[in-house]
């Protein structure tokens, strides 16, 4: 079994929809994820970071945590055609350092 | 805003040279790492860097690759011998190692073996 698991897509949306991405995982040593947004040919930026179960808002994005299911989304709301990328869901058990587990990312494509 | 910079943008080189993928970190940040990319692959860990030493490495990361911190501001990633599955987006990363901070990465090494 994987120890990220996400559903590489693609996920094709019309403007101004609502984007549900999410990640299921299953080492419950995982204790902080985040979500990276990713270009073609460019390096990841992080998006969202949260760290304990519930809900995160920052803007347009919502970040949820379920650590007693090992699930992860990420909403994107009134979805534009510049939010057309990969989003990459990634995890790591340490607080402040330490190698990131990365989900294998999913495509998403916001028709005008 | 401070920023990862990587040079070169695009490497190619022939199997069995050695390569170099050279990265500057942001300045204040004390650990640094290396991810890769395989072309319609996820992004995996290759190794972590901290205080000049290595603090954690993957299987991946044989005796084939190296890293070093040569002076105060590059931090770089050799492969002695290079193969074809070595082709792929190189990644550095940078963080402080304070609480909740995020890892920033640099815009990536395309690394092409012949």
């Known amino acids: 079994q994987k120890e990220v698991e996400q559903d590489p897509g693609p996920l094709s949306v019309p403007e101004g929809a609502i984007v549900s991405l999410n990640c299921t995982y299953s080492?419950?040593?995982?204790?902080?994820f985040m979500w990276y947004r990713q270009y073609s040919r460019k390096g990841p930026e992080l998006l969202m970071y949260?760290?304990?179960?519930g809900n995160k808002e920052d803007g347009r994005f919502t970040a949820q945590v379920d650590k007693s299911s090992k699930y992860i989304s990420l909403f994107i709301r009134d979805s534009q055609p510049s939010d057309s990328a990969t989003y990459l869901c990634?995890?790591?058990?340490?607080?402040?350092?330490?190698?990131?587990?990365f989900g294998a990312g999913t495509q998403v494509v916001v028709t005008p | 805003e401070p920023e990862v910079t990587q040079t070169p943008s695009h490497q190619v080189t022939q199997m069995g040279q050695e390569v170099i993928l050279r990265c500057v970190p942001i300045?204040?940040?004390?650990?640094f790492y290396w991810y890769r990319q395989i072309l319609g692959q996820k992004v995996e860990f290759l190794v972590s860097?901290?205080?000049?030493?290595?603090?954690?490495k993957s299987e991946i990361f044989d005796d084939q690759f190296s890293v070093e911190r040569p002076d105060g501001s590059n931090f770089t990633l050799k492969i002695r011998s290079t193969k074809l599955e070595d082709s792929a987006m190189y990644f550095c990363?940078?963080?402080?190692?304070?609480?909740?901070?995020?890892?920033?990465f640099g815009p990536g090494t395309r690394l092409t073996v012949l």
């Open positions: 949260t760290y304990s179960s």
């Open positions: 990634a995890m790591r058990i340490t607080d402040s350092w330490g190698k990131l587990q």
């Open positions: 300045s204040n940040h004390l650990y």
């Open positions: 080492n419950s040593a995982f204790q902080y």
């Open positions: 860097f901290y205080n000049n030493e290595i603090s954690e």
């Open positions: 990363a940078s963080n402080t190692g304070k609480l909740f901070n995020e890892q920033f």
